[in-house]
């Protein structure tokens, strides 16, 4: 099975709501990191968070790492904010194993 | 900032064809890494490299080779270009399992 599973696989919002984007882990993990992707770009590190809460901006990241869990929370969402958001596991040797992600669509 | 970069951004290659595409770092990061991303999915790893001269097997390592000459380069070699490697290909570095890793703006192969 898959080891990294994301929820929801994509999610449309107006302007201004919130969002919430899980990230379910199936093996036990050292790291975990939120990537952003435009369509058709490169990624961009958005949070490495190996636990705890962090913060940045509108975004806030939670990782659980004895729950194997870790979600994204963007608010006020802007229309900019639209793109594939991609979490990913690391391990002790510094590889990365990636979910399929989330594609946020926000409508003005 | 980070600075990884990719050649060629685009190919197009024939079956049974020889591809090499390059990546180059200028980070001093010790850990780079070669993924493929198909439509509607995440990154799958193909190879990556611990330091100048090391390769290793990532999660899909049949048909490609790897390369890492030197502390800022690393290749990725389709000896054998078959139409079911068209992808997106991304070349990342990192520190390991400390940090985030890098990404390069990925080069599309298309193989016909």
């Known amino acids: 099975g898959q080891q990294v599973q994301q929820s929801p696989t994509s999610l449309v919002l107006q302007e201004g709501e919130n969002a919430e984007l899980q990230c379910n882990f199936s093996t036990s993990l050292n790291s975990m990191q939120w990537f952003y992707q435009r369509p058709g770009g490169s990624l961009i590190s958005v949070f490495y968070?190996?636990?705890g809460t962090k913060q940045s901006g509108r975004l806030t990241s939670t990782t659980v790492i004895k729950e194997r869990r870790s979600s994204l929370h963007i608010s006020s969402s802007q229309i900019t904010d639209s793109g594939t958001y991609l979490c990913?596991?690391?391990?002790?040797?510094?590889?990365?194993?990636f979910g399929d992600g989330t594609v946020l669509t926000v409508k003005p | 900032e980070a600075a990884v970069t990719q050649s060629p951004r685009n190919k197009v290659a024939v079956t049974g064809g020889k591809v090499t595409l390059s990546c180059n770092q200028t980070?001093?990061?010790?850990?780079m890494y070669w993924y493929r991303q198909d439509t509607g999915h995440g990154l799958r790893l193909i190879h990556y490299?611990?330091?100048?001269?090391?390769?290793e097997k990532g999660d899909i390592p049949d048909g490609y080779k790897a390369s890492r000459p030197s502390q800022e380069n690393f290749s990725l070699i389709l000896e054998l270009a078959t139409p079911s490697q068209t992808s997106v290909y991304f070349c990342?570095?990192?520190?390991?399992?400390?940090?985030?890793?890098?990404f390069g703006p990925g080069t599309r192969l298309l193989v016909l």
């Open positions: 968070n190996p636990s």
């Open positions: 990913a596991m690391g391990t002790n040797t510094g590889k990365l194993t």
């Open positions: 980070n001093n990061h010790n850990n």
């Open positions: 490299s611990y330091g100048a001269g090391s390769t």
């Open positions: 990342a570095s990192g520190e390991g399992q400390e940090g985030t890793q890098y």
